[in-house]
């Protein structure tokens, strides 16, 4: 085995956040069987963003708590080999007390997220003239960058990051259990069909994208729209199933639907997401209909694993189709699955991660990732 390293995981949130479990929690027994050994501080803990999705916001006593507990972890940096930073470490400070505070130790920046938009597309003038350039000044002092997708590598590349490497938001094969490849994966019998939808209370409003070719589908045939993790929707005329969402539940309950969907906008924002809801819906060998936004188009083979829609008419006519027919179904969602175990989990994914955060030091006895 190789030498041993150790890595400060700054995180944004603990194990509810989606993009802190996806891109730094999961890989963390992979990691260590890798000799990566691996702490986390997490600046934003589980209970206080179950209080954000609450109340909607963060209390100022909870953040200052979190900023001293943050500002902490980075005076003890020089523990380790490298620091490994979801996003920023203390998001809207200014960058030079950022940099100081990460002087002295390589760090990775990991974005799944176009967060620089944060600052950059903000309402306010004044914030756009302190901040616009703000995570562009933190990837050119990064030892390397790692994007879910090509836009965010772009935006790494641009602002003079020396090092960019794509590394895909991905699943755990082993959370995401199936049979032969070739057999079609239980369903319901018996029930209408379901359409999947799964997200957090933030993204739900992406539903409002397909409101209209739903309550038209829903006219011609039976059907339900089952949300996962979404909290509250409103979507008049379109029967609507309306499920929490928790760790331990959230495959078995999207193995028992039919479709999965990922409506997005077309803005910038959405251009940096990494189309993790169809990772999870391809790895339970379901058939997607997504947004042409973005990665989407990327994970997406129309015709082989799903469509791709940008119309009201082609959403209806690409549901429409796939709740009518379980062969077709079926062999979309087989390919799906397939494309799955060769690009999109954590089994490929994570010899290549660790690679990364070893040659992050610079040290030649790892090469490149």
């Given at each position: ?263 997005l906008v077309d803005s910038p924002w959405e251009q940096g997401k990494c189309g993790y809801k169809l990772i999870q819906y391809m790895a ?86």
């Amino acid at each position: 085995m190789p030498s041993p390293i150790r890595i400060l995981a700054l995180t944004k949130y603990g194990g509810l956040g989606a993009s802190s479990r996806l891109r730094f929690l999961q890989y963390l027994p992979g990691l260590a069987q890798a000799g990566v050994a691996v702490t986390v501080q997490s600046l934003l803990s589980d209970a206080q963003l179950q209080a954000r999705y609450r109340d909607g916001g963060y209390g100022p006593w909870s953040l200052a708590r979190a900023y001293g507990d943050r500002c902490r972890a980075l005076l003890a940096r020089r523990r380790f080999d490298v620091l490994w930073i979801e996003k920023e470490a203390l998001p809207w400070w200014p960058l030079w007390l950022e940099s100081a505070l990460l002087r002295g130790v390589p760090y990775v920046l990991d974005y799944d997220d176009a967060v620089f938009h944060a600052y950059d597309r903000h309402r306010s003038a004044a914030v756009r003239r302190l901040f616009g350039r703000r995570l562009d000044g933190l990837m050119a002092g990064a030892a390397l960058v790692l994007c879910g997708n090509d836009y965010l590598a772009r935006r790494a590349r641009a602002a003079g990051a020396p090092r960019v490497e794509i590394l895909p938001t991905v699943i755990d094969l082993d959370r995401y259990p199936c049979g032969s490849p070739e057999a079609p994966l239980p369903r319901g019998g018996g029930e209408p069909p379901r359409i999947a939808w799964i997200g957090s209370p933030s993204t739900a409003p992406y539903l409002q994208v397909i409101g209209e070719p739903l309550r038209a589908l829903a006219v011609r045939r039976p059907f339900t729209l089952r949300v996962i993790g979404g909290g509250v929707v409103d979507l008049p005329g379109v029967p609507i199933e309306i499920m929490p969402w928790t760790e331990d539940t959230e495959v078995a309950r999207l193995r028992a639907c039919d479709v999965g969907v990922m409506p997005l906008v077309d803005s910038p924002w959405e251009q940096g997401k990494c189309g993790y809801k169809l990772i999870q819906y391809m790895a339970c060998g379901l058939p997607v209909v997504a947004s042409r936004v973005g990665v989407n188009a990327e994970i997406v083979e129309p015709g082989v694993n799903g469509f791709l829609a940008e119309t009201p008419a082609e959403w209806e006519d690409a549901l429409g189709r796939l709740l009518a027919d379980a062969d077709l179904r079926s062999g979309l969602g087989r390919a799906g699955r397939r494309r799955v175990e060769q690009a999109y989990c954590v089994q490929q994914a994570g010899p290549r991660l660790a690679a990364c955060l070893r040659s992050a030091p610079g040290t030649k006895e790892d090469g490149a990732c």
